[in-house]
């Protein structure tokens, strides 16, 4: 858990910097994130589980992070995070199993044990 600490932390913290720096580039990110997961023909929790399978293939943690929790957030049930864990395990293979272990920590830290 400490581990999901320090990435939330660090994720708070280089976004607080951005900000204060005035990137251009990091706010019309921010942007487009919001116009991404924003409703529309597939609501924000189908979009967030689409993005947690593609976080679990390219093997980034942080966005593990923010993706299942921001999924659970929008309504998605410990059984669909899962089944997007699963997705990104079939696309990502074998490497992407080592990856999954993370996401399933993430998932224990918001479901409680699994």
């Known amino acids: 858990m400490k581990e999901l600490e320090?990435?939330?932390?660090?994720?708070?913290?280089?976004?607080?910097?951005?900000?204060?720096?005035?990137?251009?580039?990091?706010?019309?990110?921010?942007?487009?994130?919001?116009?991404?997961?924003?409703?529309?023909?597939?609501?924000?929790?189908?979009?967030?589980l689409i993005a947690v399978g593609i976080s679990v293939v390219i093997d980034c943690q942080s966005c593990m992070q923010w993706h299942i929790e921001q999924a659970v957030q929008a309504g998605a049930t410990k059984k669909e995070v899962l089944e997007a864990v699963?997705?990104?395990?079939e696309m990502g293979g074998g490497p992407a199993t080592v990856s999954a272990r993370f996401a399933l920590d993430v998932m224990e830290s918001v479901f409680g044990e699994l």
């Open 6 to 48: 320090k990435i939330s932390r660090r994720r708070k913290q280089a976004h607080e910097k951005l900000l204060s720096l005035k990137s251009k580039v990091y706010e019309a990110f921010l942007d487009m994130e919001q116009a991404a997961f924003s409703d529309g023909a597939l609501a924000k929790k189908y979009k967030e």
């Open 86 to 89: 699963e997705v990104g395990i």
